[in-house]
């Protein structure tokens, strides 16, 4: 006998609006691919950590060849079917880079209704986060105008957007699309 499994996975996530940390009922997602930001710092911030509490300069994301941001929130069925996928292609990109030259980058932007939420979801998560008290997650989700979840992001070194989101590149492509991610990334605005 052969057996097929599907997995289907809805393209958004909806939101509790009367638990929500700004987002609202999530249907469609929208990212404004006009901003541009005086500098990275000022974009995405400067105070970032690893699931360990381990601090993350600003310096060691901006070294790697593509930096993401990954919008998810434990709640959002899509982003646990997403999870697993972005945390093996954050791996599988990355393996055999020397210290200090990754391939990708990933910076978590929690989407999570409280702390005790945003612990129990970055504890597998390889890659750096923003703290869950930090301000530059509403700033960011208000810049980007984040209305869905999971998105992906993809930035240029200048703090411009260069795709909206690659999620469904990643899901599809995996590792294969890392060249267009890295053309994509150099390319002016």
């Not at 996928?85 to 020397?98: D, H, L, Q, S, T």
């Not at 970055?122 to 890659?127: A, K």
Request: hydrophobic share 40%; with cysteine.
């Amino acid at each position: 006998f052969f057996f097929f499994f599907f997995f289907f996975q809805a393209e958004d996530g909806i939101r509790d609006v009367e638990r929500s940390r700004g987002l609202g009922d999530v249907y469609k997602r929208q990212v404004s691919t006009q901003s541009t930001w005086e500098s990275m710092d000022k974009f995405i911030g400067t105070d970032f950590i690893l699931n360990n509490g381990t601090k993350v300069s600003l310096e060691s994301i901006m070294s790697a060849k593509v930096v993401l941001l990954y919008f998810s929130g434990i709640w959002c069925p899509p982003c646990h079917g997403f999870e697993f996928v972005i945390r093996n292609f954050y791996k599988a990109v990355n393996e055999g880079c020397e210290p200090g030259k990754k391939n990708v980058e990933i910076v978590f932007v929690s989407c999570d209704n409280s702390v005790e939420e945003f612990n129990e979801h970055i504890v597998p998560m390889p890659f750096p986060m923003l703290p869950f008290d930090s301000p530059k997650i509403a700033d960011l989700e208000e810049d980007l105008d984040v209305e869905s979840i999971p998105i992906v992001p993809l930035l240029r070194k200048d703090g411009t957007i260069a795709r909206e989101s690659v999620r469904q590149i990643i899901q599809v492509q995996g590792v294969h699309c890392l060249p267009e991610l890295i053309k994509d990334a150099d390319a002016p605005f």
